[in-house]
């Protein structure tokens, strides 16, 4: 009887260890794997409207840069680009701002 009882702790042991090992790889594994770097977009402001709370429109903001035929510095009193992650991103940082907060923001390209 004693040696079944020391062939069971022993299993039992082994089954541990092995548990363990299992486990700490796994925690390894998948701290390996990262996240995907997200990369920044250009928008571009993309309309006439000049009227109250227009230039946090996220409508007026399409992706990409600037066009040709409408560059950033062309005179008109408006923004002209913003970097950000995503739409919503975009949306974050116009929500709640007037015409006059965006046209001070350094980090907003502007057609002035």
């Known amino acids: 009887m004693k040696k079944t009882n020391k062939l069971w702790l022993r299993a039992l042991g082994a089954l541990a260890l092995t548990l363990c090992l299992f486990l700490g790889v ?3 594994e998948k701290e390996m794997v990262q996240e995907p770097t997200k990369v920044s977009t250009v928008f571009h402001y993309d309309s006439e409207d000049v009227s109250a709370g227009a230039f946090a429109n996220i409508n007026n903001w ?3 840069p600037a066009p040709n035929t409408r560059p950033c510095g062309d005179g008109e009193n408006k923004p002209c680009e913003k970097v950000a992650l995503d739409k919503n991103d975009l949306a974050t940082m ?3 701002k007037s ?4 046209l001070g923001d350094a980090s907003f390209s502007f057609r002035q």
């Open 26 to 28: 796994r925690a390894f």
């Open 62 to 64: 399409k992706e990409g």
């Open 94 to 96: 116009l929500s709640g």
């Open 99 to 102: 015409n006059e907060d965006i």
